[in-house]
Protein backbone atom coordinates (compact mmCIF):
# COMPACT_ATOMS: atom_id res chain seq x y z
CA UNK A 1 0.00 0.00 0.00
CA UNK A 2 1.23 3.51 -1.18
CA UNK A 3 0.26 6.45 1.08
CA UNK A 4 0.78 10.07 0.26
CA UNK A 5 -0.10 13.19 2.31
CA UNK A 6 -3.10 15.43 1.68
CA UNK A 7 -3.19 18.02 -0.04
CA UNK A 8 -3.77 20.82 2.98
CA UNK A 9 -4.69 18.10 4.93
CA UNK A 10 -7.89 17.41 3.33
CA UNK A 11 -7.17 13.97 1.25
CA UNK A 12 -5.09 10.89 1.20
CA UNK A 13 -4.42 8.62 -1.53
CA UNK A 14 -3.62 4.98 -1.12
CA UNK A 15 -2.31 3.10 -4.13
CA UNK A 16 -2.64 -0.51 -4.50
CA UNK A 17 -0.94 -3.20 -7.14
CA UNK A 18 -3.15 -3.41 -10.26
CA UNK A 19 -3.59 -7.06 -11.16
CA UNK A 20 -2.89 -6.54 -14.73
CA UNK A 21 0.88 -6.04 -13.28
CA UNK A 22 3.31 -7.89 -11.73
CA UNK A 23 5.03 -6.40 -8.57
CA UNK A 24 8.23 -5.82 -10.75
CA UNK A 25 6.31 -3.88 -12.81
CA UNK A 26 4.20 -2.10 -10.42
CA UNK A 27 7.18 -0.84 -8.79
CA UNK A 28 8.49 0.72 -11.93
CA UNK A 29 5.30 1.62 -12.38
CA UNK A 30 5.42 3.71 -8.84
CA UNK A 31 8.70 4.81 -9.55
CA UNK A 32 7.72 6.63 -13.08
CA UNK A 33 4.67 8.54 -11.50
CA UNK A 34 6.07 9.36 -8.19
CA UNK A 35 6.06 12.88 -8.92
CA UNK A 36 2.96 12.93 -10.27
CA UNK A 37 1.12 11.26 -7.54
CA UNK A 38 -1.73 13.57 -6.87
CA UNK A 39 -2.87 13.80 -10.79
CA UNK A 40 -6.25 12.12 -10.73
CA UNK A 41 -5.10 9.04 -12.74
CA UNK A 42 -5.29 7.05 -9.61
CA UNK A 43 -9.34 7.59 -9.72
CA UNK A 44 -10.07 3.87 -9.97
CA UNK A 45 -10.93 0.97 -8.09
CA UNK A 46 -6.52 0.57 -7.54
CA UNK A 47 -6.54 3.90 -6.14
CA UNK A 48 -8.71 4.95 -3.56
CA UNK A 49 -9.38 8.25 -2.28
CA UNK A 50 -10.34 9.40 1.11
CA UNK A 51 -12.09 13.31 1.71
CA UNK A 52 -10.64 15.10 4.39
CA UNK A 53 -10.38 17.95 3.33
CA UNK A 54 4.10 59.68 -28.08
CA UNK A 55 5.51 61.98 -31.44
CA UNK A 56 6.73 65.67 -30.77
CA UNK A 57 4.85 68.47 -31.77
CA UNK A 58 5.24 70.85 -34.42
CA UNK A 59 3.24 73.90 -32.88
CA UNK A 60 1.05 73.77 -36.33
CA UNK A 61 -2.55 72.69 -34.63
CA UNK A 62 -4.11 72.62 -38.23
CA UNK A 63 -1.70 69.48 -38.25
CA UNK A 64 -2.02 68.20 -34.94
CA UNK A 65 -6.12 68.32 -35.22
CA UNK A 66 -5.72 66.23 -38.48
CA UNK A 67 -3.27 63.89 -36.91
CA UNK A 68 -5.56 62.98 -34.03
CA UNK A 69 -8.71 62.49 -36.10
CA UNK A 70 -6.91 60.19 -38.17
CA UNK A 71 -5.34 58.62 -35.22
CA UNK A 72 -9.01 58.29 -34.02
CA UNK A 73 -10.07 56.90 -37.32
CA UNK A 74 -7.61 54.18 -37.11
CA UNK A 75 -8.09 53.13 -33.28
CA UNK A 76 -12.23 52.95 -34.44
CA UNK A 77 -11.00 51.11 -37.28
CA UNK A 78 -8.67 48.63 -36.19
CA UNK A 79 -11.25 48.00 -33.10
CA UNK A 80 -13.44 46.76 -35.64
CA UNK A 81 -10.99 44.90 -37.24
CA UNK A 82 -9.33 43.18 -34.45
CA UNK A 83 -12.87 41.92 -33.61
CA UNK A 84 -13.24 40.64 -36.72
CA UNK A 85 -9.98 38.76 -36.58
CA UNK A 86 -10.33 37.09 -33.37
CA UNK A 87 -13.78 36.08 -34.48
CA UNK A 88 -11.93 34.11 -37.43
CA UNK A 89 -9.31 33.05 -35.10
CA UNK A 90 -11.52 31.48 -32.73
CA UNK A 91 -12.26 28.30 -35.02
CA UNK A 92 -8.98 28.25 -35.55
CA UNK A 93 -7.84 28.01 -31.37
CA UNK A 94 -6.29 31.33 -31.32
CA UNK A 95 -5.81 31.61 -27.05
CA UNK A 96 -6.16 35.10 -27.18
CA UNK A 97 -10.14 34.45 -27.91
CA UNK A 98 -12.49 34.60 -24.77
CA UNK A 99 -14.77 32.30 -26.27
CA UNK A 100 -17.78 33.87 -25.18
CA UNK A 101 -19.43 33.02 -28.00
CA UNK A 102 -19.29 29.97 -28.59
CA UNK A 103 -21.89 28.16 -26.67
CA UNK A 104 -24.65 30.24 -28.76
CA UNK A 105 -23.12 29.42 -32.28
CA UNK A 106 -23.00 25.62 -31.80
CA UNK A 107 -23.58 24.82 -35.69
CA UNK A 108 -20.94 27.89 -36.60
CA UNK A 109 -18.84 25.23 -34.17
CA UNK A 110 -19.81 22.00 -35.41
CA UNK A 111 -20.93 22.41 -38.39
CA UNK A 112 -24.81 21.52 -39.36
CA UNK A 113 -26.86 19.16 -38.10
CA UNK A 114 -25.98 16.12 -40.19
CA UNK A 115 -26.22 12.47 -39.91
CA UNK A 116 -26.67 12.93 -36.30
CA UNK A 117 -29.45 14.31 -36.60
CA UNK A 118 -31.01 11.00 -38.45
CA UNK A 119 -28.57 8.34 -36.45
CA UNK A 120 -29.23 9.86 -32.81
CA UNK A 121 -25.46 9.08 -31.93
CA UNK A 122 -25.23 8.77 -28.08
CA UNK A 123 -22.42 10.57 -26.39
CA UNK A 124 -21.99 9.88 -22.65
CA UNK A 125 -20.34 12.72 -20.52
CA UNK A 126 -19.28 12.02 -17.39
CA UNK A 127 -18.39 14.51 -15.08
CA UNK A 128 -15.71 13.50 -12.33
CA UNK A 129 -16.57 12.81 -8.81
CA UNK A 130 -19.10 14.55 -7.06
CA UNK A 131 -21.15 14.67 -3.94
CA UNK A 132 -19.04 13.75 -0.65
CA UNK A 133 -16.62 13.12 -3.53
CA UNK A 134 -14.18 16.36 -4.18
CA UNK A 135 -11.96 15.24 -6.40
CA UNK A 136 -8.76 16.73 -6.16
CA UNK A 137 -8.79 20.69 -4.48
CA UNK A 138 -7.87 23.79 -3.72
CA UNK A 139 -8.65 25.82 -0.64
CA UNK A 140 -12.07 26.50 -1.82
CA UNK A 141 -11.63 25.61 -5.30
CA UNK A 142 -12.88 22.12 -6.09
CA UNK A 143 -12.71 19.81 -8.77
CA UNK A 144 -15.92 18.31 -9.07
CA UNK A 145 -17.49 21.77 -9.75
CA UNK A 146 -15.35 22.50 -12.41
CA UNK A 147 -15.95 19.18 -14.52
CA UNK A 148 -19.82 19.38 -13.95
CA UNK A 149 -19.74 22.90 -15.63
CA UNK A 150 -17.91 21.81 -18.37
CA UNK A 151 -19.87 18.56 -18.87
CA UNK A 152 -22.77 20.93 -18.59
CA UNK A 153 -21.59 23.51 -21.58
CA UNK A 154 -20.25 19.80 -23.63
CA UNK A 155 -23.54 18.80 -23.23
CA UNK A 156 -25.26 21.98 -25.03
CA UNK A 157 -22.74 22.25 -27.77
CA UNK A 158 -23.15 18.72 -29.24
CA UNK A 159 -27.00 18.43 -28.00
CA UNK A 160 -27.52 22.02 -30.42
CA UNK A 161 -25.21 19.85 -33.23
CA UNK A 162 -27.82 17.05 -33.51
CA UNK A 163 -26.28 14.40 -30.78
CA UNK A 164 -28.26 12.85 -28.25
CA UNK A 165 -26.35 13.53 -25.01
CA UNK A 166 -26.51 11.58 -21.82
CA UNK A 167 -24.81 12.54 -17.98
CA UNK A 168 -24.08 10.40 -15.80
CA UNK A 169 -24.61 12.61 -13.06
CA UNK A 170 -26.19 16.68 -13.57
CA UNK A 171 -25.98 17.76 -10.41
CA UNK A 172 -23.54 17.44 -7.07
CA UNK A 173 -24.41 14.12 -6.45
CA UNK A 174 -21.69 11.01 -5.92
CA UNK A 175 -22.06 8.37 -8.64
CA UNK A 176 -20.13 4.83 -7.96
CA UNK A 177 -17.63 4.29 -10.70
CA UNK A 178 -18.83 0.93 -11.85
CA UNK A 179 -22.71 2.72 -12.30
CA UNK A 180 -20.96 4.92 -14.61
CA UNK A 181 -19.68 2.45 -16.85
CA UNK A 182 -22.69 0.45 -16.60
CA UNK A 183 -24.95 4.03 -17.66
CA UNK A 184 -23.20 4.36 -20.82
CA UNK A 185 -22.81 0.46 -21.60
CA UNK A 186 -26.72 0.49 -21.20
CA UNK A 187 -27.43 2.81 -23.22
CA UNK A 188 -25.53 1.96 -25.75
CA UNK A 189 -23.85 5.00 -26.48
CA UNK A 190 -21.04 5.75 -28.93
CA UNK A 191 -18.28 7.46 -27.48
CA UNK A 192 -17.86 7.90 -23.49
CA UNK A 193 -16.10 11.09 -21.83
CA UNK A 194 -15.12 11.31 -18.60
CA UNK A 195 -14.31 14.78 -17.47
CA UNK A 196 -11.56 15.52 -14.47
CA UNK A 197 -8.93 18.14 -13.17
CA UNK A 198 -5.18 17.41 -12.09
CA UNK A 199 -2.96 18.16 -9.44
CA UNK A 200 0.35 17.73 -8.34
CA UNK A 201 1.66 18.02 -4.80
CA UNK A 202 5.74 18.61 -5.57
CA UNK A 203 7.01 20.14 -8.70
CA UNK A 204 5.43 22.17 -11.38
CA UNK A 205 2.96 20.74 -13.81
CA UNK A 206 0.83 22.55 -16.22
CA UNK A 207 -1.06 21.35 -19.70
CA UNK A 208 -4.16 18.76 -20.71
CA UNK A 209 -3.67 15.16 -20.84
CA UNK A 210 -5.99 12.31 -22.09
CA UNK A 211 -6.20 8.84 -20.88
CA UNK A 212 -7.54 5.58 -22.36
CA UNK A 213 -7.73 1.96 -21.89
CA UNK A 214 -4.93 0.21 -23.25
CA UNK A 215 -7.27 -2.61 -24.32
CA UNK A 216 -9.36 -0.09 -26.45
CA UNK A 217 -8.09 1.25 -29.70
CA UNK A 218 -10.54 3.03 -31.23
CA UNK A 219 -10.33 4.97 -27.43
CA UNK A 220 -6.74 5.88 -28.34
CA UNK A 221 -8.49 7.30 -31.78
CA UNK A 222 -10.82 9.34 -29.89
CA UNK A 223 -8.10 10.18 -27.06
CA UNK A 224 -5.65 11.68 -30.12
CA UNK A 225 -8.20 13.61 -31.79
CA UNK A 226 -9.60 15.46 -28.73
CA UNK A 227 -6.43 16.14 -27.35
CA UNK A 228 -5.30 17.95 -30.64
CA UNK A 229 -8.69 20.41 -30.34
CA UNK A 230 -8.28 20.87 -26.98
CA UNK A 231 -4.49 21.88 -27.52
CA UNK A 232 -5.38 23.70 -30.83
CA UNK A 233 -8.44 25.79 -28.53
CA UNK A 234 -6.74 26.51 -25.66
CA UNK A 235 -3.27 27.03 -26.03
CA UNK A 236 -2.41 24.89 -22.98
CA UNK A 237 0.40 22.59 -23.07
CA UNK A 238 0.18 19.34 -24.86
CA UNK A 239 0.85 16.71 -22.42
CA UNK A 240 0.12 14.12 -24.46
CA UNK A 241 -2.64 10.53 -24.58
CA UNK A 242 -1.57 7.50 -22.76
CA UNK A 243 -3.39 4.47 -21.61
CA UNK A 244 -3.98 3.77 -17.73
CA UNK A 245 -5.85 1.44 -16.24
CA UNK A 246 -9.41 3.33 -14.83
CA UNK A 247 -12.57 1.80 -14.44
CA UNK A 248 -14.81 4.23 -16.48
CA UNK A 249 -12.67 3.64 -19.43
CA UNK A 250 -11.82 0.03 -18.78
CA UNK A 251 -14.98 -1.02 -17.76
CA UNK A 252 -17.05 0.86 -21.02
CA UNK A 253 -17.72 -1.32 -23.93
CA UNK A 254 -17.78 2.02 -26.48
CA UNK A 255 -14.30 4.23 -27.30
CA UNK A 256 -13.82 5.62 -24.20
CA UNK A 257 -11.54 8.70 -22.72
CA UNK A 258 -11.04 10.29 -19.53
CA UNK A 259 -9.27 14.18 -20.05
CA UNK A 260 -7.47 16.27 -17.31
CA UNK A 261 -8.60 19.25 -17.88
CA UNK A 262 -5.65 21.14 -16.63
CA UNK A 263 -3.66 21.24 -12.86
CA UNK A 264 -5.63 23.12 -9.94
CA UNK A 265 -2.02 23.14 -8.23
CA UNK A 266 -0.66 25.37 -11.23
CA UNK A 267 -2.14 28.53 -9.79
CA UNK A 268 -1.89 30.53 -13.45
CA UNK A 269 -3.89 27.14 -14.84
CA UNK A 270 -6.03 27.57 -11.91
CA UNK A 271 -7.27 30.81 -12.63
CA UNK A 272 -7.77 29.86 -16.03
CA UNK A 273 -10.14 26.65 -14.96
CA UNK A 274 -12.23 29.10 -12.97
CA UNK A 275 -13.09 31.43 -15.77
CA UNK A 276 -16.43 30.98 -17.70
CA UNK A 277 -15.04 31.73 -20.88
CA UNK A 278 -11.84 29.30 -20.65
CA UNK A 279 -14.53 26.74 -19.69
CA UNK A 280 -16.01 27.50 -23.20
CA UNK A 281 -13.04 26.51 -24.87
CA UNK A 282 -12.28 23.72 -23.07
CA UNK A 283 -16.03 22.32 -23.96
CA UNK A 284 -15.22 23.76 -27.71
CA UNK A 285 -12.41 21.22 -27.81
CA UNK A 286 -13.68 17.99 -26.24
CA UNK A 287 -16.79 18.42 -28.59
CA UNK A 288 -14.70 18.78 -31.54
CA UNK A 289 -12.96 16.22 -30.70
CA UNK A 290 -15.93 14.00 -30.52
CA UNK A 291 -17.83 15.47 -33.28
CA UNK A 292 -14.62 14.59 -35.68
CA UNK A 293 -14.38 11.03 -34.39
CA UNK A 294 -17.87 10.32 -35.14
CA UNK A 295 -17.94 11.77 -38.63
CA UNK A 296 -15.23 9.00 -39.48
CA UNK A 297 -17.38 5.93 -38.05
CA UNK A 298 -21.04 7.20 -39.34
Not at 153 to 174: C, F, H, I, N, P
Request: net charge neutral; glycine share 10%; proline share 1%.
Amino acid sequence: MYQSAGRSGQLDFYHIRSSRRTQAEDERWMDDWEEERYSDRYYSDRHEQKTGKRRRSTGKRPVHILAAVIVFALVFFMGRGVRSLAGSLFGAGNVNVTGDSILPEADGLLGKKSAAVKNKQIVYLDAGHGGKDQGTSYQEVLEKDINLAVAKKVQKLLTDAGYQVEMTRSDDTKVDNYARAELANKAGANVFVSIHCNYLEKGEASGIEIYYDSNNAEGGVLAKKTQSWLVNMTGAKNRGTRTEDFIVTRETTMPSILVELGYLSDSTERARLLTDSYQNLLAGGIARGVREYLAGVE
